[in-house]
């Protein structure tokens, strides 16, 4: 399903939206990494199995979600422009402790981290580029942790509507609250003030 065309307009959108690339990191990144476009619903990954990729989300939108106790419990939300993998397994090589799924049909790059590691021992650019991905995930859940810790269930889907505007078109409200970490009842009183007792 790869898409040269695609490919170098989805690389170019990587630099530019984390940290500019030479036109030969651009060409190697190319010969590493595949384009993709799946359906909504479909498993990226799932519990258990071990990850060794990571995707960039050109189209569409993902979740990682986890199961307890027979329920669904969002952790992690990616759209345009955004990285998602199973970060205990890509960087710990221990089974995925969580699944991922489309919720839209999506386009996305997919690369492996034996990949980015040999682009990021070649190209210097390109390891800062990982370092710049990494930096900026790490205060995205910086984020979240301040805001399950210290905020009211007002409070989150407030913040979380001014980070992702979108997101209600975008994402069932279900997934939204228990991302939130409330129940689907609460954020729908949150949502209409009118209901409020």
């Not at 690339?21 to 799932?46: G, P």
């Not at 419990?73 to 089974?95: H, K, L, R, V, Y």
């Not at 001014?162 to 609460?186: C, D, F, N």
């Amino acid at each position: 399903m790869e898409n040269p065309q695609g490919l170098e307009q989805a690389i170019k959108l990587v630099s530019d939206t984390y940290s500019p690339l030479t036109e030969n990191t651009k060409a190697d990144f190319k010969q590493a990494a595949e384009l993709f476009t799946l359906e909504k619903s479909t498993v990226l990954i799932r519990e258990g199995e071990h990850v060794s990729k990571t995707y960039f989300i050109v189209k569409g939108a993902a979740r990682a979600f986890y199961l307890k106790d027979g329920k669904d419990i969002t952790d992690w939300f990616a759209f345009e422009n955004e990285f998602i993998t199973s970060i205990d397994g890509f960087f710990q090589g221990t089974p995925s402790s969580y699944f991922i799924e489309l919720l839209e049909p999506t386009t996305f790059l997919e690369i492996s981290m034996q990949n980015i590691n040999k682009l990021c021992n070649k190209h210097h650019d390109f390891d800062r580029l990982g370092r710049m991905i990494t930096t900026r995930i790490m205060l995205q859940l910086r984020s979240r942790i301040v805001s399950i810790q210290f905020e009211s269930a007002q409070q989150k889907y407030e913040s979380l509507l001014k980070i992702r505007p979108y997101i209600t078109q975008r994402v069932p409200l279900t997934h939204i609250a228990s991302y939130l970490g409330i129940t689907l009842e609460t954020l729908s009183r949150i949502r209409n003030p009118k209901n409020r007792i």
